[in-house]
């Protein structure tokens, strides 16, 4: 079985982001950079199915050339072999200039299945996924927490609000993982020592053919807004203080 | 030239979902400063009847596809439905809801409308003629203004956020045909399992009770659950209470669980790591109830109560039960 898992870096959860003052970007400075913690989850799973019926994973990644390093990362979880599309035409490239990305390189390896994450945690705008998987023509799954390989199809659970839907969809097809699919194992040292050696083919956005849109930009990066200094509530007794929290949230704020 | 603002509208079994209406008021708005139509896509099963209710919130006209292939949602049958129609009508704004449904759908549409979208936004305007976007980014920790080259100009609408008012137009129902290929629909759901409890999800929840490692335990829930009662509230988690099992995955609240913006969020016993924060800090009002009054929690709550948890909520739960009696 071929299994592509496509993976972003990210800022590490930890980061503290600060916009730079022009507003056209976020201070890179001090950031430490990770898996996106979704892509994980998709790394995971496909290699849980290529344990368990064969096959190879390729991971595949736009990002600048620090990216390599997330890339090595899945390779030493137990990937197989890498796709890193670096080219600095792609800073400022929207989701779907990512994805066109991705599907020129996806197109021309044999994929059965494909894993993204559900979102990634900068951008936070969950389209990657599905606007690949429509440039391939294949159906998606998106935001799934439980995933079952059943010979020509795959059986997943996907939660929406108040319910869980199974959902069967035949090969092949794009499956965007959510936190709870499972456990992620981390890289153990033969696999780091391994992966140094795994191949990468770097392509650029010419020799895939794909130009570089920004259909939708982010014209200015802006702080969230301030929020004032709260009240802190005393009293002599915890009910006192319940009883003026009551009070507040009904007489001044209005929410109860 | 495209002109026009649309929505997607969202139904389940038949129903509304309370999105459509924030859908159909901010795109009123919008229409507005235009001097533009606001168009409805509704598509489902048997569900032309509902259609008209959409008037109430503004929407001139509905275009209603009523097929069997449309209920219930799949992302094939909905994404070629909406595509078709909005490719025949050429909209300058297409509005969905950042819902399950409305982003699983939104980001397959900017794949075949070849255009772009931008996510759970929580402000959107409408700056030289044009839509401007307004959307958390790092989970909340800055955010972006979004602006579009390409039509139609998409944006998905985080939930609660924008209000619903009733601005009555006709809402005039029109049917198209979604011309679906039979042999397109791959995806088949084979079941749904209903969560019972009958709360709302926390994307949606009006108010939010949320408890921390500071519960001590799954049994400590119970005091948040009596309060969630007495409120209507949902209640949440931190990961580090999801983690150690005591509430389900779907309760964390936070960069890695829900993104959550409800009217009032009383965060109990959770000390406020960057990663929660980030999922809540768009909530109207924030409390917090935590024993060390240095916990970062503290930077971003409205009221502020420093005690064990365990002695002010079931007397905060009694004053409530008092005050809406
Ligand atoms: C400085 C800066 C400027 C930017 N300017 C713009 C802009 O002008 N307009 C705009 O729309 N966006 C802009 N972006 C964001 C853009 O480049 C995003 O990477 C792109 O839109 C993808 O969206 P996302 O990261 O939210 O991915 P999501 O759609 O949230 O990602 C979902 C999944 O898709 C896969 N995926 C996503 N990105 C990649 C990748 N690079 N390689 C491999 N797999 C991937 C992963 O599996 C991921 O989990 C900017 C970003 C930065 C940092
Ligand atoms: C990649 C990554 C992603 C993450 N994503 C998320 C996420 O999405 N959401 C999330 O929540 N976390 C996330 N985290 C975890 C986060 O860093 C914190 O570990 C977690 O939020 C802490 O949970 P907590 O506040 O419940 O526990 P703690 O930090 O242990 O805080 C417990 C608090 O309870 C208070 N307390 C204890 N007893 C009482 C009492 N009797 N009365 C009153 N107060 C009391 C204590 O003073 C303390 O402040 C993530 C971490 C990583 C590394």
């Known amino acids: ?256 | 030239m495209a002109k026009g603002v649309w929505i997607v509208a969202e139904q389940r079994d038949g129903a509304f979902r309370k999105i459509s209406f924030e859908l159909a008021s901010t795109a009123r708005k919008l229409a507005d400063v235009l001097g533009e139509e606001v168009c409805a896509v509704l598509c489902g099963s048997g569900i032309e009847g509902i259609a008209g209710q959409l008037g109430k919130y503004g929407v001139d006209r509905v275009f209603v596809a009523d097929s069997p292939a449309l209920e219930p949602y799949t992302t094939d049958a909905h994404a070629a439905a909406v595509a078709k129609v909005v490719k025949e009508n050429d909209p300058a704004i297409l509005l969905l809801g950042a819902s399950t449904q409305g982003k699983d759908l939104s980001a397959r549409l900017v794949g075949k409308l070849v255009t772009g979208l931008a996510t759970d936004c929580t402000d959107v305007k409408i700056a030289d003629g044009k839509l401007l976007a307004i959307r958390p980014m790092y989970a909340g920790k800055c955010f972006g203004e979004v602006v579009f080259s390409t039509f139609p100009q998409m944006a998905s609408l985080r939930p609660n956020v924008f209000p619903a008012v009733e601005n009555a137009k006709a809402g005039a129902v029109v049917k198209f045909d979604p011309a679906l290929d039979a042999g397109q629909l791959k995806t088949k759901v084979l079941e749904v399992q209903k969560d019972t409890s009958g709360k709302a999800d926390l994307t949606e929840a009006n108010m939010i009770v949320s408890g921390g490692r500071g519960m001590k335990g799954p049994e400590g829930y119970a005091i948040l659950e009596e309060l969630a009662a007495v409120l209507g509230a949902t209640v949440g988690a931190s990961r580090a209470a999801v983690d150690a099992g005591w509430r389900p995955q779907s309760d964390q609240v936070g960069q890695t669980g829900k993104i959550v913006s409800p009217n009032l969020y009383i965060a109990c016993g959770v000390s406020g790591a960057i990663q929660h924060l980030a999922g809540m800090s768009s909530s109207k009002i924030i409390v917090a109830i935590n024993k060390d009054a240095e916990a970062p929690i503290f930077t971003k709550a409205d009221y502020g109560i420093v005690d064990d948890l365990f002695k002010i909520i079931p007397e905060f739960t009694q004053e409530c039960k008092k005050l809406l009696a």
């Open chain 1, 1 to 256: 079985m071929n299994i592509v898992a496509c993976v972003k870096q990210v800022p590490d959860t930890e980061a503290q982001i600060k916009v730079k003052p022009d507003g056209s970007g976020i201070e890179e400075g001090g950031i430490k950079w990770v898996m996106n913690p979704y892509d994980e989850f998709g790394v995971e799973e496909a290699l849980r199915l290529k344990e368990k019926n064969g096959g190879e994973v390729t991971i595949v990644n736009v990002g600048p050339a620090r990216a390599m390093e997330t890339i090595r990362t899945a390779l030493a979880m137990g990937a197989d072999k890498g796709i890193h599309i670096c080219d600095p035409a792609f800073d400022g490239a929207d989701a779907f200039a990512t994805a066109s990305a991705l599907a020129a390189a996806i197109k021309g390896i044999p994929h059965d299945i494909i894993f993204c994450g559900q979102r990634a945690i900068d951008d936070d705008s969950g389209q990657v996924g599905a606007i690949l998987a429509e440039l391939l023509g294949i159906p998606q799954i998106t935001v799934v927490t439980k995933f079952e390989f059943a010979g020509s199809s795959v059986k997943v659970i996907r939660p929406i609000e108040g319910a869980q839907l199974l959902i069967e969809c035949p090969l092949p097809c794009l499956v965007t993982a959510q936190k709870g699919l499972n456990e992620p194992r981390y890289a153990s040292l033969p696999g780091i020592m391994k992966a140094k050696k795994k191949p990468v083919d770097v392509k650029d956005a010419a020799s895939l053919g794909v130009t570089v849109t920004a259909n939708a930009r982010v014209a200015k990066f802006i702080p969230p807004p301030a929020r004032a200094a709260g009240k802190i509530i005393c009293g002599d007794d915890p009910a006192t203080k319940a009883r003026e929290l009551a009070r507040l949230l009904r007489e001044e704020a209005k929410v109860i």
